[in-house]
């Protein structure tokens, strides 16, 4: 029922305070979806098993790489889409934050996977894109909310360990420790995100 009674100045003064740090927060930080970490895991985990088949297991690279380009366009679309349902389309500061922090390394992935594949260490591969990766995620969860950051915080730690066993590893166990960083890690945080989301 309403009341008659009158509403403070130091109420009002935090209610609308409340209000602005809300539309800051939204306006200056990006939201990640956990259904983009979920698809991108699932296509992690389609390019393990194909590339652990004796009939394509020399082809691993250009499977990696193709499943790579097309994970980012689809975890780029899903979180375009978030954003338009959200309502925070129009705030574009995030967007270009994240991209600055994200793709620089992955840029650096992009002419150190040629070097290599020229010059013939191509064993060098699935340690370079774990460590790049992970250090991708790290710079760019800065620019997330705060339930996003330290989740995706924790992920590209996760993808630097994998990176350091990767370039340890064996040849052998290349495949299984890219499908544990591109499709279980993925999928797993994904989920965390997608929990937390609903949540809060």
Known sequence: MPSDLPV?????????????R?????????VVPGTAGVVMGSIGVLAAIIASMP????????????????????????MAREAAQSGHARYLGPVRKFL???????FAGVVLTMVLRHVGLEGLLPGTWLLLYGCAVLSASTVTIARCMRLLCIM?????ALGLLAFLAPRAGHTVILGAGFGALHIAF??????????E
Do not use: D, K, N, Q
Request: with cysteine.
């Open 156 to 160: 590209g730690a996760l993808f630097v």
């Open 55 to 78: 009939r394509w297991a020399a082809h691993w690279p250009l499977i990696w790489m193709t499943a790579a380009g097309i994970a980012f366009l689809v975890g780029a679309a899903l």
């Open 100 to 106: 600055l922090c994200l793709c620089p390394a992955l």
């Open 190 to 199: 994904g989920l965390l995100l997608g929990r937390l989301s609903h949540v």
């Open 22 to 30: 809300t539309a800051i927060e939204s306006s200056s930080f990006l």
């Open 8 to 20: 403070s100045i130091e109420t009002r003064a935090l209610g609308t305070l409340a209000y602005i």
